[in-house]
């Protein structure tokens, strides 16, 4: 099973626990003061009154539970494939300038429109969400794809799906705009300052607090470097040959092959001669005596008898293991075609 990308399982954990805590605050009306949720909503007058943390922690923040589950999904796809595409260190620290961004800019259009439009507060990561989905499209080599069975142009996806939040009660449809238009502007490049090197970004993955996710069991830290994000990849598409049960069986080795594993110093005979002698195998160690090797005359059909092979006071070199090698002569055959067999013998000691 796949493992979750650290940086977005973490960011789901933040939002159960601000977001639950809240709900169950609602619930019961004890434990916790009653605008607990509420103050850390993204609000211009909070903001102006110096609560600059609601610039990140409005992120974290449903106060319904369709809601926050709609949350969890959200997080799980487009943040975990962002983190995946460009690793867990540039994810963390653009998730944090998307996020201190477009509520810069939201804060200057709701403004702007308060007098003449009745806007919601900015809550939930589906902004986030929003400008991550344009960066990766902007920067995608894909011109078309499928959209609910329908082949689009890449580049209408985030706006159709703009149009398909707006009917969630909680999201707020200039917040989710503001991603978009910060995504693309970072995602054609205007904001080149942002993008570090993949070499800083694999020397931040050896610093605190990156050192520390590493160790988090049960997770997987997407490294900074492409070549690294690359190896891992290849190493899923290429198993270890071995990994899989079905390669665990294969046929067994031939005979020939199986007895010259069993025995490393006998020598196999040619293929012409495999059917008449046998290898010569070592005796046990200290033994002396006679090797007896049988040659049949009557060869099988289409191949001549071993007198025709081995000439008259030929000689055949015997590999006899620890006792080293030595030459024996190999008799021809005597008397008629009406002898079975002759006997050679072959003297080791």
Do not use: I, N, Q
């Given at each position: 099973m796949e493992k979750f990308p650290v940086a977005t399982c973490l960011t789901i954990l933040l939002t159960l626990l601000v977001s639950g805590l809240g709900l169950l605050q609602r619930s019961r009306s004890n434990g916790l003061p009653d605008d607990f949720l509420s103050g850390f909503l993204l609000r211009p007058a909070s903001v102006r009154e110096g609560q600059v943390y609601r610039l990140v922690t409005y992120i974290f923040v449903y106060e319904d539970v369709i809601s926050l589950v709609c949350s969890a999904v959200i997080i799980w796809y487009f943040a975990g494939s962002f983190e995946k595409m460009v690793g867990?260190?540039?994810?963390?620290?653009?998730?944090?300038?998307?996020?201190?961004?477009?509520?810069?800019?939201?804060?200057?259009?709701?403004?702007?429109?308060?007098?003449?439009?009745?806007?919601?507060?900015?809550?939930?990561?589906?902004?986030?969400?929003?400008?991550?989905l344009a960066a990766s499209i902007a920067r995608s080599r894909m011109r078309r794809t499928v959209l609910f069975g329908v082949n689009v142009h890449m580049t209408l996806v985030p706006w159709l799906l703009l149009c398909m939040a707006w009917i969630f009660p909680s999201s707020s449809f200039l917040a989710n705009l503001c991603g978009l238009l910060i995504g693309n502007i970072y995602g054609h490049g205007y904001c080149f300052a942002l993008d570090f090197s993949e070499s800083t970004a694999s020397c931040l993955d050896q610093k605190f607090p990156f050192r520390l996710l590493k160790r988090i069991p049960g997770?997987?830290?997407?490294p900074g470097s492409l070549a690294e994000r690359s190896a891992f990849q290849n190493r899923k598409l290429n198993p270890v040959p071995g990994s899989y049960p079905t390669q665990n069986y294969h046929s067994p080795p031939p005979p020939l092959l199986a007895m010259h594993m069993q025995y490393p110093n006998a020598q196999i005979p040619a293929p012409g001669l495999s059917s008449f002698q046998s290898p010569a195998l070592p005796p046990p160690a200290g033994a002396m005596g006679e090797l007896c090797i049988q040659n049949h005359s009557h060869s099988p059909a289409g191949l001549p008898p071993v007198s025709h092979l081995v000439g008259a006071n030929s000689w055949m070199p015997v590999k006899t293991g620890d006792l080293g090698a030595h030459q024996a002569p190999v008799f021809p055959t005597v008397g008629t075609a009406s002898k079975s067999e002759d006997v050679c013998q072959i003297h080791v000691g």
């Open positions: 867990t260190v540039k994810h963390s620290f653009l998730t944090l300038v998307f996020a201190v961004s477009l509520a810069l800019l939201y804060l200057v259009l709701r403004t702007m429109a308060s007098g003449m439009l009745k806007m919601t507060d900015a809550e939930g990561f589906a902004p986030v969400a929003f400008a991550m997770v997987k830290y997407v």
